[in-house]
């Protein structure tokens, strides 16, 4: 079913629309929620509720990409889930990830820059960067692949995947101080 006719369901309060979202993006959701829990039931109450999310949010919010927004709903709820469970202990690799994020990105603390902008920014430097890069980007910081399966993937050593990740994430860094976001 096209996703204009899923998020019509949403707005009918069909309850068909879950069903045909299961059905069209229920493995996708699951395997964002599963990258950052490493949970297979974990993940799926973390999809159950991006679910409940996108039908109480449909009406009155309309989105114009539906994978993109249940991808949103599903990573937030899923890390909302990681940070509650694992305050204390973390696991080693999302740790990592994490704090290579915080690196680059500006404290969510920080009320000196406006989240659109720097949503707005973020989305204008992956455009720029080379398809390569922005793949390797977004399978480590937005799915959480560790190094080596980044490598595996795209079959270089991990050393090298390490520098590119590292240098782009200076850039990104760069480019958002050069904006004016305060990192």
């Known amino acids: 079913m096209e996703d204009e006719k899923i998020v019509a369901l949403y707005w009918e309060r069909s309850q068909a ?6 059905k069209k993006y229920g493995k ?5 929620a599963y990258r950052i829990l490493n949970s297979n039931p974990d993940a799926e109450e973390c999809v ?3 679910y409940l ?6 009406p009155p919010h309309k989105p114009q990409r539906l994978c993109t927004f249940l991808a949103k709903l599903t990573r ?12 204390k202990k973390r696991c080693p690799e999302t740790n990592l990830i994490l704090d290579e994020a915080e690196q ?11 989240e ?6 973020l989305n204008r430097f992956l455009e720029e960067l080379p398809k390569e890069k922005r793949i390797l980007f977004v399978q480590r910081y937005w799915h959480f692949y560790s190094v080596k399966e980044i490598a ?11 520098v590119i990740l590292s240098r782009t994430r200076t850039k990104l860094k760069n480019y958002l101080q050069k904006e004016g976001i305060p990192v």
């Not at 996708?28 to 964002?32: A, P």
Request: net charge negative; glycine share 2%.
């Open 28 to 32: 996708y959701c699951h395997f964002i």
């Open 152 to 162: 595996q993937n795209c079959g270089r050593t991990e050393n090298n995947v390490k």
């Open 17 to 22: 629309a879950i069903a045909e979202t299961q």
């Open 116 to 121: 659109v902008v720097l949503r707005d920014l």
């Open 76 to 87: 937030n709820k899923a890390l909302n889930r990681y940070f509650h469970e694992h305050a």
């Open 53 to 58: 999310s996108a039908w109480n949010a449909m």
């Open 104 to 114: 680059m990105l500006p404290a969510a603390t920080d009320a000196s820059f406006d």
């Open 48 to 50: 159950n509720d991006a």
